[in-house]
């Protein structure tokens, strides 16, 4: 069955450091990869999508992330935090050939940012 | 900006009353969505729209209903709430048809306890 897998479910972070987050996802096919932020008190917001080509995906905020087809995972990354970083993070899967409607979610990963 | 606003952010009502959560998107956007967040299991659709007087159902449509008169206004209904329908409900709008590959624009959500 498809998933998506976010291992870590509270990542702590010093402010200024570098972050990865990881998603892992299940799907036979092309996958479709989605990362949402969902700050404190705010819709979720997209940051970045892949689809296909380059593989390293810049995003909102100064976010990238690397899609790896061998390791079936696509993590979030950031050079440097920032204190209005901290949120919760979602990575989603859509895929053609699926239902047409449905992406499907990770449980969250929330990134907690030391002083 | 595409703005999806949703009625109320925090909502208690008590067993067995009917309960309806209101969804305005204002950028002529095809789809509409309901999700549930629940801590640990990330979003997972309850209904899903993708014209008007048209909803498809999601993962978990139980206890649930909706309702799309009008393009812009998608509206959740539980008919008589339980305490179990205690959660985060997410509204959310796409442009295109390709669900599954499209972005998702994301109102606050209604925090609902029921008591």
């Known amino acids: 069955a498809q998933s998506v897998t976010q291992p870590d479910i509270h990542i702590t972070v010093s402010e200024g450091a570098s972050l990865e987050l990881r998603c892992n996802y299940s799907?036979?096919?092309?996958?479709?990869l989605f990362w949402y932020v969902q700050s404190p008190g705010q819709g979720l917001q997209l940051l970045l999508k892949?689809?296909?080509?380059d593989t390293l995906v810049q995003g909102i905020k100064g976010f990238e992330a690397e899609f790896k087809r061998s390791q079936s995972s696509f993590n979030l990354r950031k050079p440097s935090v920032h204190w209005s970083d901290a949120a919760e993070y979602f990575c989603?899967?859509?895929?053609?050939?699926?239902?047409?409607?449905?992406?499907?979610w990770g449980a969250g990963t929330k990134l907690i940012i030391k002083p | 900006d595409v703005k999806v606003t949703q009625s109320s952010r925090y909502l208690v009502k008590r067993t067995g009353e009917k309960v309806f959560l209101e969804c305005v998107q204002d950028?002529?956007?095809?789809?509409m969505f309901w999700y549930r967040q629940d801590p640990g299991l990330g979003l997972r659709l309850i209904y899903f729209?993708?014209?008007?007087?048209?909803?498809e159902k999601g993962d978990i449509p139980e206890g649930y209903s909706v309702s799309r008169e009008k393009k812009e206004r998608f509206s959740l209904i539980l008919e008589s709430a339980s305490t179990n329908q205690t959660s985060m409900y997410l509204c959310?709008?796409?442009?295109?048809?390709?669900?599954?590959?499209?972005?998702?624009?994301f109102g606050p959500g209604t925090r609902l306890t029921v008591l």
């Open positions: 989603a899967v859509g895929a053609i050939g699926r239902s047409n409607y449905q992406l499907i």
């Open positions: 729209s993708y014209d008007v007087k048209m909803k």
């Open positions: 799907y036979g096919a092309t996958p479709y």
């Open positions: 959310a709008s796409s442009f295109t048809l390709a669900v599954s590959t499209d972005t998702q624009y």
């Open positions: 892949y689809f296909s080509g």
């Open positions: 950028m002529d956007h095809e789809n």
